[in-house]
């Protein structure tokens, strides 16, 4: 898991820096070795899932940004109604379908973030 921490550190410095497409890979990177190594209910392996979900954004790929914030929120929802990162996932999947200009659906998750 440090060599995923490592990527997923990386991914953050080239979003910063506007290299939004090589902070995707290694975010994806990063998603990879924690399924392998810790599977899929570590809450590590949600917040990966989360991070690449915002390289799409990044990319205006709001498709499967909604589709790797869905899956980091069904993994968090899975842990139980109290697990952190609920409320947050719930929030960017309301910014994405706000930017998508659904804002029936937007408004929706807004409220159940809270």
Request: with cysteine; aromatic share 12%; net charge positive.
């Amino acid at each position: 898991t440090d060599i995923a921490m490592s990527y997923t550190n990386i991914g953050v410095l080239l979003r910063e820096i506007g290299r939004y497409q090589e902070g995707r890979n290694y975010f994806l990177a990063a998603l990879d070795i924690l399924i392998k190594t810790l599977g899929e209910e570590s809450p590590y392996t949600a917040a990966a899932y989360n991070n690449a979900g915002a390289a799409y954004d990044d990319a205006g790929d709001y498709n499967n940004c909604l589709k790797y914030l869905k899956k980091a929120l069904s993994l968090r929802l899975h842990r139980g109604t109290e697990a952190p990162g609920i409320p947050s996932s719930y929030n960017n999947i309301g910014t994405i379908y706000k930017k998508r200009g659904d804002l029936d659906l937007a408004l929706a998750y807004y409220r159940i973030s809270k």
